[in-house]
């Protein structure tokens, strides 16, 4: 077969096509037939072509399966040298504009007999090639390239399938890789710019990649120059990797697009900068060697593995042994399964070290610290496990642990449900200043309370201004300084000072059994100094309250007092508290707004308290300037208070002025009670009460109210609760019973009198009873010596009903006289009724001419001595007032009188006048009129009387006097006066003129003696 020597292209142009099967073919030779040439035999035929040149040759190419790829390619030039055993080729070749600028290739190869490579190299050279459209397709891992430019040198070396040696000199410009996947909602990755040198070499030992990252820009954020290197050891199958830094968010961002990557990687999102990193790795034994300098790592939290932000540490891992030193700022961890919200630490420093060998492991701290604004914490120690068996021998130093931030770093959800309960608000403030926790043993044994010998656990914490709310209801524990320590189950706090509800103490001790397991039991006891005052708020602000919280509002006390408490508290069962203690009493002082104004002061002793109420065994104190004695005790849901003491009249008055009348005085001995009765839970009634026998006390008042000192009769005072307001309850001997309230000086209740009790029952204050015998006169004259008083006790009276047996007025004994009388709208309405009179009086407020005193009587008896031996001496009279008076039946010493109608007035304020008056009866007509003048230096009474009647002998009969004379048209005249008042009157000082003047008549049968004469 001939052979060409040199074969020349020049100025040729080819249309290429490539349709929708992947088939090419040159436009215009349409031959049918398809060649079944193989490569061999291509390369058979180039070597009869010794020398090949194309020049400026033009392909118009078309696909249709790549679009992108499609038009003008020309081809500088193409020089091709073939002979029997080696190849060479040299071309460059323009490419469309929308891929690029040129290609250039040089390479040879030494070919064998058979026409196949034996040995080849190659330099092929790029000027930016557009990678998306020769790439757009090739999908990678779920990843694929749309964009970007690239021009790079590359040399390959081929000398057998174990000997293979590339570089590349790499320039690649705003590349992104996209997910393949267009329903992956998953950004792009944007390689901004990259450039640098990669080698590969394949040999029989293995092969290896080596780059030099010279530039590297993503997502607008530039690596430093980086070099790496991955070398595979076919002899154990091992990879060893190294590089000067990695950027974990751009690994993160392009882990994200690809396929099948590991779902820690894809979950956890790491991110941070990794710094000479260097690793060995078996997939049959997995990480043998790992270091590096990882710096501000931040990866969220996947499964149960916490999230975290900002860790700086540097890692080294060889032969089983790790050694991780933490040097890290400004840190946060997201440990959601665990903690409601992240932690943050400033620092966290130290060494962790540990060694692994199969099933067994050991890890040790050293130094390891934390520190943020709520603690300091220095951690030491080694946890290991050894078989199935778990080791721990750990120390944990603290200071300046803010305590009310305890729970956003201890993960709440492992505790007992019952401790979370309680500790949710337990420790309100407060600072650990130093303090230490260890523990030794098998951790899974904690607390240790259930199997001691497993194990210990042991805190010792220094703490300052503690705020602990230990029990709902109880006042907290505040500004504690002292001691908290803890073993296996229990904690304990010893208080070196604090306050409780005002308290000062000194040595308080809380202690907290069962602390993480069910059913918790807090235990406070200790003793604590304060005021009295404090103490009752004590009682006030606690669960106490329901039996004691109402003395605060009864009481107020000053001095010093002391609380020692023994308070036992099931966190879980609050209802099941016990309490048990005392509060000392300090030269302390009392006042009581049940009674205003009596101060009890001096007072020490010690009342004792528990879950049924108080007793007292004895307390001194002093009232009214005289010694008491207090004694207490609680039975059956009731306290009663005793005091016992002496009191003097005259003390009483200097507290309140005039409370004491004058006419009482002396001194005597009493019991004051106070009872406290709970009829329904926190539904309290509270009663006062004083009892006496009056012994020494002397009254100087007529009968029954007097009494002489050295005798007796008992006094009871009471005061309670009754609808809001205070009642009072005042009883004298068998006498007097009075019960009423006060409501701004509104009295109302009831005086009752002979016996009865007093009751509360209608509006108003009235006086009741009965009463055995009263002589007005003692009283009236009892009255007039008494001083004058500023309160009016009788305006206070609204009603009185009262049965007196027998009634000493004026000269005259009234028997069995019932008196009613009633406030009505400005005035008063009395009925009197017995056997000598019967009718009512009616008493204006304001008594005047127009309103006049007005007595409407059916009957009245009375007895007038005229005999001036019994006239008693009298005070001066005041000036009668207005007055209307009807008597349908008038007996005057038992003599009829008739019916009396008498209207007097005040004529001017130094005399009153008889306006109208007349007597009317079947035997006689009387009128009278006159006026009775008064002044302070004298009174003149003056009255003109006229009796007519028309039968002498009856008129006389009504007198009590013999029928002797008969006649008719009898009239009798008399002008009297006398210089006293009107009822002053008597024979020696009566004056005046008297005229009768009788009708003819005749003398009636006369019998003997002196009254017939």
């Given at each position: ?12 142009k ?19 037939e398809?060649?079944n ?8 035929l ?28 020309s081809?500088?030039?193409?020089s ?9 080729l ?36 790029a ?27 590359a040399d ?10 590339a ?6 410009n ?15 990755v ?6 640098g ?19 590297l ?7 430093p ?14 990879f ?22 590991p ?25 043998k ?5 990882v ?57 962790l070290?540990?060694?692994f ?5 050991d ?25 199935e ?7 944990v130093?603290?200071?300046?642990f ?8 201890v ?10 309960h ?8 407060g ?11 098998d ?17 010792q914490?220094?703490?300052e ?22 073993q ?22 809380t202690?907290?059994?069962n602390?993480?397991?069910p ?23 606690s ?7 109402i003395?605060?509002?009864w ?13 036992t ?27 205003e ?17 108080v007793?007292?065994d ?35 008055n ?25 009829p329904?839970p ?19 008042a ?48 009831q005086?009752m009198?002979?016996g ?20 007005s ?31 000493f ?44 005193i ?5 009957y ?12 008693v ?12 008076i ?43 009129s ?8 004298s ?8 009796v ?9 009969d ?12 009898v009239?009798?005249?008399a ?8 009822t ?21 049968d ?8």
């Amino acid at each position: 077969m001939p052979e060409v020597q040199k074969s020349v292209l020049e100025q040729a142009k080819i249309a290429v096509k490539r349709d929708e099967s992947g088939a090419f073919r040159v436009v215009g030779i349409d031959s049918g037939e398809t060649a079944n040439t193989k490569l061999k035999d291509v390369m058979s035929l180039l070597t009869r072509l010794p020398k090949s040149r194309l020049d400026n040759v033009y392909i118009n190419y078309s696909d249709a399966l790549q679009p992108e790829l499609s038009g003008l390619y020309s081809v500088d030039y193409a020089s091709l040298d073939f002979s029997a055993d080696n190849w060479q080729l040299e071309t460059q070749v323009n490419v469309p504009k929308s891929i690029g600028n040129t290609v250039f290739v040089k390479a040879n190869a030494d070919i064998t007999d058979t026409h196949t490579f034996k040995t080849w190299e190659a330099h092929i050279q790029a000027d930016e090639l557009s990678v998306g459209p020769l790439l757009k397709t090739q999908a990678w891992r779920g990843a694929k390239l749309e964009d970007g430019l690239s021009s790079f040198n590359a040399d390959i070396r081929y000398k057998d399938p174990e000997s293979i040696t590339a570089s590349v000199d790499l320039h690649l410009n705003d590349l992104t890789l996209a997910a393949s996947d267009s329903t992956k909602d998953m950004a792009p990755v944007i390689v901004d710019q990259l450039s640098g040198k990669f080698t590969f070499e394949q040999q029989s030992s293995g092969w290896s990649v080596q780059g030099q990252l010279n530039e590297l820009m993503m997502a607008g954020e530039s690596w430093p120059q980086t070099h790496f290197e991955v070398i595979n050891n076919v002899a154990d199958n091992s990879f060893y990797a190294e590089s000067d830094y990695i950027r974990m968010s751009d690994v993160t961002s392009v882990a994200l697009i690809l396929n099948d990557m590991p779902t820690a990687l894809i979950s956890a999102k790491p991110a941070g900068d990794i710094q000479q990193l260097s690793l060995t790795y078996q997939p049959e034994n997995g990480l043998k060697s790992i270091s590096a300098s990882v710096n501000e790592l931040t990866f969220l939290p996947w499964q149960q593995f916490p999230g975290a932000n900002n860790l700086s540490f540097t890692l080294d891992y060889k032969n089983n042994t790790a050694a991780l030193d933490f040097n890290s700022q400004n840190i946060s961890i997201y440990a959601d399964n665990w903690l409601d919200d992240a932690i943050h630490f400033s620092l966290l420093k130290g060494q962790l070290n540990g060694r692994f060998d199969n099933n067994n492991w050991d890890i040790s701290s050293q130094n390891i610290r934390l520190l943020n604004d709520d603690f300091d914490i220095n951690i030491n120690g080694q946890l290991a496990k050894k078989g199935e068996q778990l080791e721990s021998n750990l120390e944990v130093n603290l200071s300046d642990f803010i305590v009310k931030q305890w729970q956003h770093y201890v993960p709440i959800k492992l505790l007992e449900k019952d401790f979370q309960h309680w500790s949710a608000d337990a420790f309100k403030g407060g600072i650990i200043r130093t303090g230490k926790i260890t523990m030794h043993g098998d951790p899974l044994a904690f607390p240790f309370d259930e199997k001691p010998k497993a194990g210990s656990f042991d805190m010792q914490l220094n703490v300052e201004n503690t705020h602990l709310h230990y029990g709902p209801g109880w006042p907290d524990l505040t500004e504690v300084t002292g001691t908290i320590s803890g073993q296996g189950n229990n904690l304990v706090i010893k208080s070196q000072s604090g306050k409780t509800a005002g308290f000062n103490f000194d040595d308080v001790t809380t202690t907290i059994s069962n602390l993480v397991r069910p059913d918790p039991i807090l235990k406070v006891t200790g003793l604590v100094k304060g005021t009295t005052s404090d103490a009752l708020n004590f009682l006030k602000n606690s669960p106490l309250q329901s039996r004691f919280g109402i003395l605060p509002e009864w009481l107020s006390v000053t001095g010093k007092s002391d609380i020692r408490l023994d308070l036992t508290v099931p966190l879980v069962r609050l209802d099941d508290t016990q309490v048990k203690g005392s509060v000392s009493f300090i030269n302390s002082q009392l006042t009581t707004k049940a009674v205003e104004g009596l101060v009890v002061d001096t007072i020490n002793g010690r009342l004792a308290f528990d879950n049924k109420g108080v007793s007292v065994d004895k307390i001194n104190a002093q009232a009214f300037n005289e010694p008491i004695t207090i004694t207490a005790q609680t039975e059956n849901a009731e306290t009663q208070v005793n005091i016992d003491g002496h009191l003097k009249l005259s003390a009483v008055n200097e507290v309140w002025p005039n409370a004491v009348p004058s006419f009482i005085k002396g001194d005597t001995d009493y019991n004051a009670r106070i009872d406290i009765r709970e009829p329904e839970p926190g539904d309290f009634e509270l009663q006062l009460s004083v009892n006496s026998d009056l012994g020494g006390i002397e009254i100087d008042a007529p009968a029954p109210l007097g009494k002489e000192a050295s005798s007796a009769k008992a006094l009871s005072i009471s005061i309670q609760d009754h609808k809001q307001h205070l009642a009072y309850n005042v009883r004298y001997d068998d006498w007097l019973d009075s019960l009423f309230t006060d409501d701004n000086n509104q009295l109302n209740g009831q005086v009752m009198l002979g016996g009865s009790s007093a009751s509360l029952s209608s509006p108003g204050f009235s006086i009741a009873g009965q009463i055995e015998q009263i002589n007005s006169q003692e009283w009236i004259d009892w009255q007039n010596k008494q001083p004058p008083s500023k309160d009016n006790f009788a305006e206070k009276i609204t009603a009185i009903n009262l049965l007196i047996d027998r009634l000493f007025l004026a000269q005259q004994i009234y028997n069995d006289l019932h008196v009613q009388a009633t406030q009505q709208e400005n005035s008063w309405k009395v009925l009197l009724s017995s056997a000598q009179m019967k009718g009512e009086i009616l008493l204006p407020e304001m008594v005047s001419n127009e309103q006049p005193i007005k007595l409407d009587f059916d009957y009245l008896n009375t007895v007038v001595n005229f005999d001036s031996a019994t006239i008693v001496e009298k005070a001066k009279s005041e000036l009668w007032p207005a007055i209307d008076i009807d008597i349908d039946s008038l007996k005057l010493n038992n003599l009829l009188l008739g019916k009396l109608n008498l209207v007097g007035i005040q004529e001017q304020t130094d005399k009153w006048t008889i306006k109208q008056a007349s007597l009317t009866s079947d035997y006689m007509t009387a009128s009278l009129s006159g006026s009775w003048t008064h002044s302070e230096q004298s009174d003149l009474s003056r009255f003109k009387l006229n009796v007519n009647s028309n039968s002498l002998e009856d008129l006389l009969d009504s007198f009590n006097y013999q029928k002797v004379i008969a006649a008719r048209q009898v009239k009798t005249e008399a002008d009297l006066y006398w210089n006293a008042a009107p009822t002053d009157v008597s024979r020696e000082n009566i004056q005046g003129d008297l005229s009768l003047s009788v009708g003819r008549g005749s003398l009636m049968d006369v019998e003997p003696g002196a009254a017939g004469r």
